[in-house]
């Protein structure tokens, strides 16, 4: 099977794009993006050529540039290139500038797929129709494959790093993974193409040069058949790391609970879990938290509440038997879950105390800070929250309910008093807005046998 056959049935296989849709070549000059051009107009996809100029190289950059021009009209398809001061972006953000370079293209290339997505549609055909992208294709091959999962490896990603690129990952379409560069060549030189060399390419400054000029031939010197060995590895870890996120999300299932903006995690669920460090770091890894903080959210585990770890990004908050994972800009939970047997909660207005009592025992008093609940009424755990727009109860001595909004009318509340109410919830009903009013439905009765006592205390 020819490679032009080869890479047909890799697009089918893998399901990467259809017939129909127009595709964005990352086309540099190079034999593998060359090569790319040719299999897609010998299959007959439409496709545009869209080239970064980063101007790294002086005369070569142009060069490179002039040639892609010049290949765009052997093919007769539009052309799209794009300069960058390459050098000043590194230098204002702090990168290197293999860095830079991959943010510049990287959002260059999601500005021209936006009209996939519901954005204007550009209008770079060569008789000025309108045209939408629907993939970006990179030439990509098996050997740069390789060299990827090896630096992951070095560098430590975990698993997810061992697959390597993989062939689809949204807009993005990688349809060369499964060709090494000497099949590449060998096609480019049958079908006597021309290309242009990246003289960079011999630098062993850049890292993945490194690999492929110097690291890889040393190994090759022991282990001859060392790259097939790996190309094979990146199958089997494609398939483990299936594995691994079918597990993972069974945990996720058991483990996380959403409320609103936050996730609650029980401690005692957690602790129990196994591979204990492998689950945290995949729970706080979604939220920016890195592997170094994984013995710091176990250790959070044992710790008093209101301690917390934080990521650029998010916090995680001890709250007594639970760890609550919430936006950094907020210190307290927006949402406490409260189990049957928890005598004291910290939130963001002060401290709730419970108490249970027996009905004989009960004193009435006329404060809004305290609350008498029918502890028969209620459901655990109780949920602390803060009240959102739509909430509604059935105030005390009321037998129809009034919406939280109009409540607060009524009370002659501020808007800034309005934005400190928190609500206790008990099986998705109020049964206290804190500090104001208990619901009706709560109250005690001659038939009340055990009454809790919640009393709140402001900070």
């Not at 490896?153 to 697959?163: E, K, N, P, V």
Request: aromatic fraction near 10%; charge should be positive; proline fraction near 3%.
């Amino acid at each position: 099977m020819d490679l032009l056959q080869r890479f047909q049935q890799y697009i089918s296989a893998h399901d990467l794009f259809s017939p129909k849709d127009t595709l964005l070549l990352a086309v540099s000059g190079g034999i593998d993006s060359v090569v790319l051009c040719e299999l897609c107009k010998q299959a007959g996809f439409q496709f545009v050529i869209a080239h970064c100029n980063f101007k790294l190289r002086g005369e070569e950059s142009e060069r490179d540039a002039a040639f892609v021009q010049q290949l765009a009209q052997k093919y007769n398809v539009p052309v799209l290139i794009k300069e960058f001061d390459t050098q000043k972006y590194a230098e204002n953000n702090k990168l290197s500038i293999q860095e830079a370079a991959r943010e510049l293209r990287y959002t260059w290339f999601a500005e021209l797929l936006k009209p996939a997505i519901g954005g204007p549609k550009m209008r770079e055909s060569i008789d000025h129709s309108p045209l939408t992208i629907h993939h970006l294709l990179t030439a990509h091959h098996l050997d740069d494959n390789i060299e990827t999962m090896l630096m992951h490896f070095f560098r430590g990603t975990g698993i997810h790093g061992l697959r390597g690129m993989l062939p689809k990952k949204g807009p993005i379409v990688r349809p060369l993974l499964f060709a090494r560069k000497q099949e590449l060549k060998q096609f480019a030189v049958e079908h006597q193409l021309s290309w242009v060399e990246d003289s960079s390419n011999a630098l062993d400054k850049y890292s993945r040069n490194y690999f492929r000029n110097q690291l890889i031939p040393l190994v090759q010197q022991i282990y001859p058949e060392a790259e097939n060995n790996l190309a094979a590895n990146l199958r089997r870890f494609a398939d483990m790391e299936q594995l691994y996120e079918q597990a993972l999300a069974l945990h996720k299932k058991k483990l996380l609970e959403y409320k609103g903006e936050e996730v609650h995690i029980s401690i005692l669920k957690l602790q129990k879990s196994e591979p204990l460090h492998s689950i945290v770091y995949e729970i706080i890894n979604d939220f920016g938290f890195s592997a170094a903080q994984i013995e710091e959210v176990i250790h959070l585990m044992k710790s008093e509440s209101g301690r917390y770890v934080q990521s650029a990004t998010h916090r995680i908050i001890k709250n007594r038997r639970w760890l609550i994972i919430a936006r950094a800009q907020s210190e307290q939970a927006q949402t406490l879950v409260i189990d049957k047997e928890e005598d004291q909660v910290v939130f963001e207005n002060g401290s709730l105390y419970f108490e249970q009592l027996k009905n004989k025992n009960i004193q009435l008093v006329n404060d809004a800070a305290i609350a008498l609940i029918d502890h028969d009424t209620l459901q655990y755990p109780l949920v602390l929250r803060k009240w959102k727009k739509g909430d509604y109860f059935y105030p005390l001595g009321l037998r129809k309910k009034k919406k939280l909004a109009r409540f607060f009318i009524d009370q002659k509340l501020s808007l800034t008093d309005k934005e400190k109410v928190w609500v206790l919830e008990s099986n998705k009903k109020i049964a206290w807005v804190v500090g104001l009013r208990i619901d009706d439905r709560f109250k005690l009765t001659d038939a009340t046998r055990q009454v809790l006592r919640i009393q709140f205390v402001k900070s």
